[in-house]
């Protein structure tokens, strides 16, 4: 199974982010499931909640508002819980970008799913320090613009 790639906007090039879990020998991943948005009313969540593996990863029980469509800046923000996983940020920077409906969603599964959960950090991963430098839409869709921080003033 491949690992999931995390790409980050960074000026004009993209930086891939490559996390490789090391479960107990367990390859395990979230599963996300981004269907298209609901067209009539949203639907109450599961009476039940899904079971989080011991690494922190569970499978997706809802449908989510559509992720990136947005058409000013003031749409887009981030959030530091990815659906599929009670994990925080592995890395500096590592935050999931969408439209202000994804994110409370994905906040309100993150709530409902991971509180009270028990499980230990099995991720590995190699980061690269980025700095958030907020969300903003670009084409329609919203990005995650990050920035590499600075040890003394900029070359050039």
Same mark, same amino acid.
């Given at each position: 199974?491949? $690992?999931?790639?995390?790409?980050?906007?960074? *000026?004009?090039?993209?930086?891939?982010?490559?996390?490789?879990? #090391?479960?107990?020998?367990?390859? @395990?991943?979230?599963?996300?499931? &981004?269907?298209?948005?609901?067209?009539?009313?949203? +639907?109450? =969540?599961?009476?039940?909640?899904?079971?989080?593996? !011991? %690494?922190? $990863?569970?499978?997706? /029980?809802?449908?989510? =508002?559509?992720?990136? #469509?947005?058409?000013? /800046? +003031? /749409?887009? *923000?981030?959030?530091? $819980?990815?659906?599929?996983?009670?994990? !925080?940020?592995? %890395?500096? *920077? /590592?935050? @999931?970008? !969408?439209?202000?409906?994804?994110?409370?969603?994905?906040?309100?599964?993150?709530?409902?799913?991971?509180?009270?959960? &028990?499980?230990?950090?099995? &991720?590995?991963?190699? %980061?690269?320090?980025?700095?958030?430098?907020? #969300?903003? %839409?670009?084409? *329609?869709?919203?990005?995650?613009? +990050?920035?590499?921080?600075?040890? !003394?003033?900029?070359?050039?």
């Amino acid at each position: 199974m491949p $690992h999931p790639t995390t790409r980050i906007a960074l *000026g004009a090039g993209l930086i891939s982010l490559a996390a490789l879990a #090391a479960c107990s020998g367990n390859d @395990a991943q979230p599963t996300v499931n &981004e269907p298209a948005p609901p067209s009539g009313p949203a +639907a109450a =969540p599961p009476a039940t909640k899904p079971e989080v593996d !011991g %690494c922190g $990863h569970y499978q997706v /029980d809802v449908e989510l =508002p559509e992720r990136y #469509a947005c058409s000013a /800046d +003031a /749409d887009c *923000g981030w959030t530091e $819980h990815k659906p599929g996983s009670c994990l !925080g940020p592995l %890395c500096p *920077g /590592d935050y @999931a970008e !969408g439209n202000r409906q994804w994110i409370e969603a994905a906040e309100k599964l993150f709530e409902r799913v991971c509180t009270g959960a &028990e499980f230990r950090y099995c &991720e590995k991963v190699k %980061c690269i320090n980025l700095i958030p430098g907020g #969300a903003v %839409c670009v084409d *329609g869709r919203c990005t995650l613009k +990050a920035e590499p921080p600075t040890d !003394g003033p900029p070359s050039g």
